[in-house]
C-alpha cells in the first residue's frame, strides 16, 4: 500500500528546510519545531489565530473601559522620559476629538522621539477607565498616513518566539515563489464549489487585503483541510478492503430464512428499522469485502438482538462471533441475555472476561480455537494474543468510544489478509457525517424508532434540601416492588475516594430504609462481586443499587423504574442521557431525578436541557459543542488528526459536500492518476503525513 510519508527535513542545503529562510537560526527553528513547523511549507499552514484589525476606527466620545480599540489622537504635548535604573517609562496625553487619554509606554525610551506633539497618529490598545479619565498602556501606533497593514495576524506562539519573528519568517516564505504550495484541488471541484486558487487563499489567510479577501481565504482553506483528510481515509480504506478477504462462510437463502424463523419465535416483533438494520447486517456478512458498519439507535432502541441476528447468521454459515462489552458488568449481561436469546438454537456461548479462574479460562480458549464455542461475549479479554479463533467472522464492540484505535487494530488482525466483519455499536447518536469522519469510511445502520409501549421516562432537577420528599417517592416505588438506582459520579481519578463517596451514600439510604437491601455496585471492586451484585439486582433481591458509573452503559433491567442521579452537574450530556436510559425499559413510567446544588449558569442549564428533551441525537450534538470531542470520544481516542480551521461539529454542510465530492472523485478516478487528481495524494502526504495510516483499521 501506497504511504503519506513525508520526506524527512535534511540539512541546510535542503531547500523545503525552515532554516534555510532568511533570519530563521538553529534555535529559532527548533522553537517554530515546537509549533509544529519544520519546513517552510508548514509555515504557509500555520494560520493566524486573528487578526489585528486596524480599519475600524473609534472615535474619542466612542472609546469604551475594558477594550482593545483602534482610535486616531494628536499627541498633544511633547512626551516625557523618566528614568529608575534600567527602567524607564514614557508619557504623553492623547487627545482624540476632544477626549483626552493618557498614554504610558514601559521600558521603551526611544519612543519619546518617536512621536512628535501635534502629529496626529493612529493607536491601538486596550482602554481603561481610571477614575474620570481614560488611560491607555503601552498602545501600538502608526503615522497617519502611513500604509497601515488592514489586517495583521496574530499567530500562535511558544515561549521565545515573537509575534514579529513568526510574521517576517511568513513573509520569507511567501517570497519563495519556488516553496509556494501548489493548486492541489481539482479545477472542476473549484468551480463547482466557488473556492479560491491555494496561492492566493495562502497569502490571503495570513496577510489579507480585507475582510473579504479573508473570508474567501477561511472558505478555501477550509474545504482543503477536510477534503484532503475525507479523501486520504476514504482512499485507504478503499484499499484496505481491497487487500482484505472476508471470512469464509456459507451463507444464503436457507440460512436466512432460519434467522428470520428464529427472530418471529421472540416474545417481540422487530420494529421497522430494527428489521432494515438486520437485513443490512445479513447482506453484509454475504459480501465478498469485509463489513465494517455502525450501527446507531437510541438507548433502549434495541441494538442488542439485531447484532445477535448477525451473531446467528454467522454461525449458521460456520463462523464464529466475538461480542466485546466495555465492561465485565455488561460483558455478562450481555452473556445472559445472549443465551436467552439463542436458547433454541444450538449456539454454543462462552464468556470471557479478565478475572477467570485458570481452568475455566483455558476451556473457553480451546473452544475457541477448536471451534466448538460458537459466540464469545468478553471484555478486552477477548483481544488478548493468546486468544485464537478457528474462525473468527463477526466481530460486535458495544459502546465502541471506549475502545482505543489500537485495539480496535488488534481485533482485526487475523491471518493472512482475512478480517472479520465488524459492526460497532453505538447509543451515542453521532451524526453520520462525523461517524463517517472518526470512524473512516463505514456503513451506517440506524435504528430511529424505540418498541412500541415504551413507557415515558420523566426527568426533574432537584437540590439536596429536596432529599425527604425525594426519599417519600423512593419509599412509594419500593412499594409497588419496583428498584431504584442511585448513581453516583466519579469524583476522583482514585477509586478508593469514589468507594468512600458511594458508600456512604449506600450506608444513608440504608439507615433511612432499615427493611430494604441496598447494595453497592463500584469499579474497584472483583468482577466476580459485582457480578453477584448485578445478579441479586436481577432477581429483585436489591432494592437499591447505589453505584458509579459502572452501571452508565447497556444494563438492561426493567423492573427498574426510578433513578436517582447524585452531583449531576459532573456528568455529559450524553452521559446522564444514557444512564436514564437504564430506567422505563418495561411498560411503566421511568423517574429520574437529578439532583445538583451547583451554583454554575452552565451546569444548570445543561440539566435543564436534559430534563426537557428526550432526543439523544438533539442531546449529543449539544453536548459535543459544550464539551468538545476529547471528552466525547475519550481524549485521544478519536485518533483525528488536528483540524486547524474546521470545526467538525459546526461544518455540517461543509462535511455533507466535502463526503460527495470524494465520493465522486474516487469513483471516476480511483487510483487518482488523472491529471486533475495528480496532486492529491501528494497533498495529503504534505498535509497529514502518515497519520491516516494508524486510523483506518
Ligand atoms: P440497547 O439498544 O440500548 O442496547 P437493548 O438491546 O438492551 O437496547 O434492548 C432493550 C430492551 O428492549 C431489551 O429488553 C430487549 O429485549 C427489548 N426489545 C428489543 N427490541 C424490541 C422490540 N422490537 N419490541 C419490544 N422489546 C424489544
Ligand atoms: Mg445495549
Request: contains cysteine; proline residues 5%; glycine residues 6%.
Amino acid at each position: 500500500m501506497r504511504t503519506f510519508a513525508r520526506k524527512p527535513v535534511s540539512s541546510l542545503t535542503d531547500p523545503g528546510a525552515l532554516i534555510s529562510l532568511k533570519g530563521i537560526s538553529d534555535k529559532r527553528a527548533s522553537l517554530f519545531a515546537k509549533l509544529g513547523v519544520e519546513r517552510v511549507f508548514d509555515l504557509f499552514f500555520l494560520y493566524p489565530r486573528l487578526y489585528e484589525d486596524w480599519s475600524e476606527t473609534v472615535s474619542g466620545a466612542d472609546l469604551l473601559d475594558g477594550e482593545v480599540q483602534v482610535f486616531q489622537a494628536m499627541v498633544a504635548r511633547t512626551p516625557s522620559v523618566s528614568r529608575y535604573g534600567k527602567r524607564s517609562t514614557v508619557r504623553t496625553e492623547l487627545l482624540a476629538d476632544q477626549v483626552t487619554v493618557r498614554a504610558i509606554w514601559f521600558n521603551q525610551p526611544w519612543l519619546a522621539d518617536a512621536l512628535a506633539a501635534g502629529e496626529t497618529y493612529l493607536f491601538r490598545g486596550l482602554i481603561l477607565r481610571k477614575g474620570t479619565r481614560l488611560e491607555i498602556n503601552s498602545p501600538q501606533f502608526y503615522r497617519v498616513g502611513s500604509e497601515l497593514p488592514p489586517l495583521l495576524p496574530i499567530y500562535p506562539l511558544t515561549a521565545g518566539l515573537k509575534q514579529t519573528v513568526v510574521r517576517e519568517a511568513v513573509k520569507a516564505a511567501m517570497a519563495e515563489q519556488a516553496l509556494l504550495p501548489l493548486e492541489c484541488l481539482p479545477k472542476s471541484i473549484r468551480l463547482k464549489r466557488h473556492l479560491a486558487e491555494r496561492t492566493f487563499a495562502l497569502a490571503a489567510i495570513h496577510f489579507p487585503a480585507d475582510r473579504h479577501a479573508l473570508m474567501l481565504a477561511r472558505d478555501r482553506l477550509k474545504y482543503e483541510e477536510l477534503f484532503l483528510a475525507k479523501l486520504a481515509l476514504s482512499y485507504m480504506t478503499k484499499r484496505r478492503l481491497e487487500a482484505a478477504v472476508p471470512p469464509p462462510l456459507d451463507t444464503g437463502g436457507e440460512k436466512r430464512r432460519q434467522v428470520h424463523a428464529w427472530l418471529s419465535a421472540l416474545p417481540f416483533g422487530l420494529t421497522r428499522t430494527q428489521k432494515r438494520s438486520v437485513d443490512e447486517l445479513l447482506d453484509g456478512l454475504d459480501g465478498r469485502v469485509p463489513m465494517h458498519r455502525l450501527l446507531q439507535g437510541d438507548v433502549g432502541s434495541g441494538k442488542t438482538v439485531v447484532a445477535a441476528a448477525a451473531v446467528l447468521y454467522a454461525k449458521l454459515a460456520g463462523g464464529q462471533s466475538a461480542f466485546l462489552a466495555p465492561t465485565a458488568v455488561l460483558a455478562a449481561q450481555h452473556y445472559r441475555t445472549l443465551n436467552a436469546l439463542f436458547a433454541k438454537t444450538g449456539m454454543n456461548t462462552a464468556l470471557l472476561t479478565g478475572h477467570m479462574p485458570a481452568k475455566e479460562r483455558r476451556k473457553v480458549l480451546a473452544g475457541l480455537a477448536d471451534g466448538s464455542v460458537d459466540c464469545v461475549v468478553g471484555t478486552h479479554a477477548i483481544l488478548e494474543p493468546t486468544v485464537t479463533f478457528s474462525n473468527l467472522a463477526f466481530a460486535v464492540t458495544d459502546e465502541q468510544h471506549r475502545f482505543g484505535v489500537l485495539q480496535r487494530q488488534r481485533l482485526l488482525k487475523t491471518a493472512d489478509d482475512v478480517r472479520p466483519h465488524l459492526l460497532v455499536m453505538s447509543a451515542t447518536p453521532i451524526p453520520r457525517t462525523l461517524a463517517l469522519i472518526v470512524y473512516g469510511d463505514l456503513d451506517v445502520s440506524v435504528i430511529s424508532e424505540m418498541p412500541p409501549g415504551r413507557a415515558e421516562i420523566k426527568t426533574y432537577p432537584a437540590r439536596s434540601a429536596d432529599r425527604p420528599r425525594i426519599e417519600t417517592i423512593m419509599a412509594e416505588t419500593m412499594a409497588r416492588g419496583e428498584q431504584i438506582y442511585v448513581v453516583c459520579p466519579l469524583i476522583d481519578q482514585s477509586e478508593l475516594i469514589d468507594l468512600k463517596a458511594a458508600s456512604q451514600v449506600q450506608a444513608l439510604l440504608q439507615a433511612r430504609f432499615p427493611d430494604r437491601t441496598v447494595a453497592l455496585l463500584h469499579g474497584s471492586q472483583r468482577p466476580s462481586e459485582k457480578d453477584r451484585t448485578m445478579l441479586a439486582f436481577a432477581a429483585g433481591d436489591v432494592d437499591i443499587l447505589v453505584s458509579t458509573t459502572v452501571i452508565e452503559v447497556g444494563i438492561d433491567h426493567p423492573n427498574a423504574t426510578m433513578m436517582v442521579v447524585e452531583n449531576a452537574e459532573r456528568f455529559g450530556l450524553a452521559q446522564l442521557h444514557q444512564l436514564r436510559g437504564r430506567v422505563g425499559r418495561g411498560d411503566r413510567p421511568g423517574l429520574c431525578i437529578l439532583i445538583s446544588d451547583t451554583q454554575d449558569q452552565d451546569a444548570k442549564r445543561r440539566l435543564l436541557t436534559l430534563c426537557k428533551n428526550r432526543d439523544g441525537f438533539a442531546l449529543a450534538e449539544a453536548d459535543l459543542l459544550q464539551r468538545g470531542p476529547g471528552d466525547f470520544f475519550g481524549t485521544r481516542q478519536h485518533g483525528l488528526p488536528e483540524f486547524r480551521l474546521v470545526n467538525l461539529y459546526e461544518e455540517k454542510d461543509l462535511i455533507d459536500q466535502v463526503s460527495a465530492d470524494v465520493a465522486d472523485i474516487l469513483k471516476d478516478d480511483p487510483e487518482l492518476l488523472s491529471a486533475e487528481n495528480r496532486r492529491l495524494l501528494p497533498a495529503i502526504g504534505e498535509r497529514f503525513g502518515d497519520h491516516f495510516m494508524h486510523l483506518v483499521l
